[in-house]
């Protein structure tokens, strides 16, 4: 009585199966950990291999391009660096702030004072700004911030630009909105979802998370992360052509004929990476219309490196509605003569602007600069550029969530699929960020420890 009492309170106890002590003893074992394969060595995947190592998880990292990052993209020119890619750390984003603490990183300002260059008048810092119907937009963000999110998804159904007319804000703020808040989004805000551009302005910084940069560069937080992540773990070069998956097993096929098998994958890939692979079984419809419809925008950054900085102010920034739409000062509190102006332009000025052979891309943004500066073209001693539209593996910089996508979409692409776990800056909170990223991976590893 006292043994079978004892197999009935351990749950061990089942109608026609035979009980022996090997049975019990295998019982009380600890459960593997599964074996994670990781799709992609940006921030994401990245963040993903942290919390699995610190968990004791084994895992290995799939990753196409010839190096870590993804996304980041940190350049040297003439000792100075700037970033190609993903360029800022927010007042908000605790996450990446830790990561630099802990690595001994050092972060610096990296927030600017805007100028405007439009419609051929120049204004300086404080020179320019919104009427009064600004409080309509101002009341729209406070409504964001007082109310659950149930109640705001109908925003969800509307552009942004629509929505910024209907409540009543003027022309001239409209416009203003579209040239500046065009750089958060990477294209017109007429094809962004109102719930996510006001999202984004209700709880962002001052500065709307453009508040830090990561001294010497931000590949410097990727290689903290790869190098506790392990280098015999990361495979470079290997472009995944299929995955496939069973009851027990997962099984990943390269082009270069390398396959590797495991219980679980985090799929780290932007939308259009993912459709590249052939996923055995297939997706659901709905999973695949969100990975065919959802799109990213279009942004090329073009970094000039002059021989001296002729714009004076180390907080220099400018918007403008030429063709480089937002010139920035890279190299911002870094110790040289020299320096360095980008150019971050979006959707059909970035098309236009990527198409230009080098010496026409000088010509042309010196030309965007000239009302204010003058001739700078002699000063111009190299320029670097670019086009994340046109990226092999990501066909644009970051996801651009368009009418009625982040409650449907969305949610569609970050639901697991059997074994396979989802994460990447475009199911993230903090979308379009680094943060995001980084947070999503970490998220998605422990989704698959809790499996």
């Not at 939308?271 to 990213?296: C, H, N, R, V």
Request: charged share 25%; proline share 2%.
């Amino acid at each position: 009585m006292k043994r079978r009492s004892f197999l009935q309170a351990t749950g061990l106890a089942a109608v026609g199966t035979a009980l022996t002590p090997n049975t019990l003893l295998a019982s009380n074992l600890p459960k593997k950990k599964p074996f994670t394969i990781i799709l992609g060595s940006g921030f994401s995947g990245l963040g993903a291999a942290k919390q699995l190592k610190e968990a004791g998880y084994d895992y290995i990292i799939l990753e196409a391009r010839k190096r870590v990052g993804g996304r980041v993209f940190t350049y040297a020119m003439d000792g100075l660096t700037c970033e190609l890619g993903a360029e800022w750390i927010g007042k908000s984003h605790t996450e990446l702030q830790k990561l630099n603490d802990d690595a001994k990183l050092t972060m610096l300002d990296h927030t600017y004072e805007t100028r405007l260059f439009m419609d051929e008048k120049y204004s300086e810092v404080g020179q320019w700004g919104y009427d009064e119907s600004i409080s309509k937009f101002q009341a729209a963000l406070q409504y964001m911030k007082d109310n659950e999110t149930k109640a705001l998804q109908p925003l969800d159904k509307i552009d942004y630009w629509r929505y910024l007319q209907k409540i009543g804000m003027s022309e001239k703020n409209i416009e203003l909105r579209e040239l500046i808040d065009s750089t958060d989004f990477g294209e017109t805000i007429r094809n962004v979802s109102a719930y996510v551009a006001l999202g984004e302005y209700a709880f962002s910084s001052e500065k709307n998370e453009m508040d830090y940069w990561t001294q010497g560069g931000n590949t410097g937080m990727i290689n903290v992360l790869a190098k506790n992540a392990g280098e015999d773990k990361i495979k470079l070069e290997h472009v995944v052509t299929v995955v496939s998956q069973n009851k027990k097993k997962m099984k990943v096929t390269c082009s270069n004929g390398a396959t590797f098998e495991g219980d679980r994958i985090i799929c780290c890939l932007p939308t259009f990476a993912m459709s590249k692979i052939k996923w055995e079984p297939g997706f659901a419809s709905s999973k695949k219309d969100a990975l065919d419809q959802l799109q990213y925008c279009r942004i090329v950054k073009t970094s000039m490196l002059f021989s001296e900085r002729f714009w004076k102010d180390e907080s220099f920034d400018m918007m403008t509605d030429t063709l480089g739409h937002y010139f920035f000062h890279s190299s911002k509190l870094q110790e040289n003569k020299k320096g360095i102006l980008t150019s971050y332009a979006i959707g059909d000025k970035a098309y236009v602007l990527s198409k230009m052979p080098k010496e026409k891309k000088m010509k042309e943004l010196a030309h965007c600069l000239q009302p204010i500066f003058g001739d700078i073209k002699p000063m111009m001693n190299d320029l670097i550029s670019y086009y994340w539209g046109g990226d092999t593996h990501t066909q644009g910089a970051y996801a651009i969530y368009d009418t009625a996508q982040w409650f449907g979409h969305r949610e569609e692409l970050i639901e697991r699929s059997g074994n396979i776990f989802f994460a990447g800056e475009h199911l993230a909170e903090w979308q379009g960020f680094m943060e995001g990223a980084y947070i999503s991976g970490m998220d998605a590893a422990k989704a698959v420890m809790k499996s």
